[in-house]
């Protein structure tokens, strides 16, 4: 067997399985989720949604805690394993002080804080990210959905 052919044989593909954002015909986490949430959610996220509201919420639609919902609806708002976060997320791969989201006017976005397992936006390591309607969250094992761009409903239609 030549050189060549040896490589070929040791080389394999490895496929993470990363979505693919704003895709055609692919639909979102968060579209997903609301196409399976009861009216009465879908109604909850319109009304943080609407465009008097400086309000927004985080959904955590897989992993640990699935269903839980974190209103966001102070400036600050601090993420992390330890007991006095706002949003208490409890899994050793979430670190005691992972994360804050940062609300100026009506615009929320997240700061990772130096965590040892990072901070994640639609598949994306950030240290800072600017948060609009849909994006998806990872810290640690959780998986959340972040709801509350003022111009965009439910449905993902713009008001």
Request: charged residues 25%.
């Amino acid at each position: 067997m030549s050189a060549a052919e040896n490589e070929r044989e040791l080389t394999s593909t490895l496929n993470l399985g990363l979505r693919s954002i704003g895709t055609p015909g692919i639909i979102s986490a968060a579209e997903n989720f609301l196409q399976k949430s009861d009216s009465s959610v879908k109604s909850m996220i319109d009304e943080i949604c609407s465009s008097d509201s400086k309000r927004a919420m985080l959904v955590i639609h897989r992993g640990p805690s699935q269903g839980s919902r974190f209103l966001l609806d102070t400036d600050e708002i601090s993420i992390g394993r330890s007991p006095e976060s706002d949003v208490f997320l409890d899994d050793v791969t979430v670190s005691r002080k992972h994360a804050r989201i940062v609300r100026k006017a009506d615009e929320f976005s997240i700061i990772d804080l130096h965590s040892l397992n990072g901070t994640y936006v639609n598949s994306h390591s950030i240290t800072t990210h600017l948060l609009n309607m849909g994006d998806e969250l990872q810290i640690g094992k959780f998986h959340a959905l972040f709801f509350g761009k003022p111009h965009i409903n439910s449905l993902g239609e713009k008001q």
